[in-house]
């Protein structure tokens, strides 16, 4: 994750926590991770073959 998309994440969770609450900031924050690890799986991809 290079900075800008840390500064984005870190600025969306905010928002969805002035709305939401800290329940909110947690879900946003698994979701991040589950797309961040989606990410690796597709760029550490090596076909067997």
């Given at each position: ?15 969805v ?28 991809y090596?076909?067997?073959?």
């Amino acid at each position: 994750m290079d900075r800008r998309d840390f500064i984005k994440s870190g600025l969306l969770a905010a928002a969805v926590g002035a709305v939401n609450g800290p329940k909110a900031i947690a879900q946003e924050a698994e979701r991040q991770v589950a797309r961040e690890e989606m990410s690796k799986d597709i760029l550490n991809y090596v076909s067997s073959g």
